[in-house]
T-cell receptor, first 110, second 113 residues
Framework: SQKIEQNSEALNIQEGKTATLTCNYT??????LQWYRQDPGRGPVFLLL?????KEKRKERLKVTFDTTLKQSLFHITASQPADSATYLC?????????FGTGTKLQVIP | DSGVTQTPKHLITATGQRVTLRCSPR?????VYWYQQSLDQGLQFLIQ???????AKGNILERFSAQQFPDLHSELNLSSLELGDSALYFC????????????FGSGTQLSVL
């Protein structure tokens, strides 16, 4: 079955810098990948979706890429702010079940 | 506010007991998903319903069952509870069967003592 791998180590970056989070998938290429933000004790919140035939998607300070050759998606937050500190989850999509990665915890240091 | 309502927010019970978690999806959403999240496991997919029918099943234990009712709300039943069942249980909904853009509730924190 599909497996989603995210760097389990926390990512600490300085305010104003660009944060880059990685999501790798195994097996087949999913129809799309989704990124969610989760704050402690809260439900995940949908951020962005990128389809298999799209290379890049942007929304305000967020950018997502999808490389089917590398089986990888990168999630970028530009001009990061302390309020961006959270855990970011990558998930597959399509007609199969939605599988989430374990997430990467981002800490933006003022 | 995601529009997905889960009740109760907290549940404390003893081993061997049975509990029911309830979820009301966003208005108009036909798909309901249940996930379990514990500290060392991440979000584990349990089961999905679409318009009253079971659509996909994950690693849901036989002690657990779920259903989606005609009004589209869903219930997750957990029985013969064990200490290891303690976790945060999330319900999510989406508008169609493509599984795009899930909207999550605030979760039910289950503590089995």
């Amino acid at each position: 079955s599909q497996k989603i791998e995210q760097n389990s180590e926390a990512l600490n970056i300085q305010e104003g810098k660009t944060a880059t989070l990685t999501c790798n998938y195994t097996n087949y290429s999913p129809a799309y990948l989704q990124w969610y933000r989760q704050d402690p004790g809260r439900g995940p919140v949908f951020l962005l979706l990128i389809r298999e035939n799209e290379k890049e998607k942007r929304k305000e300070r967020l950018k997502v890429t999808f490389d089917t050759t590398l089986k990888q998606s990168l999630f970028h937050i530009t001009a990061s702010q302390p309020a961006d500190s959270a855990t970011y989850l990558c998930a597959t999509g399509g007609y199969q079940k939605v599988t989430f990665g374990t997430g990467t915890k981002l800490q933006v240091i003022p | 506010d995601s529009g997905v309502t889960q009740t109760p927010k907290h549940l404390i019970t003893a081993t061997g007991q049975r509990v029911t978690l309830r979820c009301s999806p966003r208005s108009g959403d036909l798909s309901v998903y249940w996930y379990q999240q514990s500290l060392d496991q991440g979000l584990q997919f349990l089961i999905q319903y679409y318009n009253g029918e079971e659509r996909a099943k994950g690693n849901i234990l036989e002690r657990f069952s779920a259903q989606q009712f005609p009004d589209l709300h869903s219930e997750l039943n957990l029985s013969s509870l064990e200490l290891g069942d303690s976790a945060l249980y999330f319900c999510a909904s989406s508008g169609d069967r493509t599984n795009e853009k899930l909207f999550f509730g605030s979760g039910t924190q289950l503590s089995v003592l």
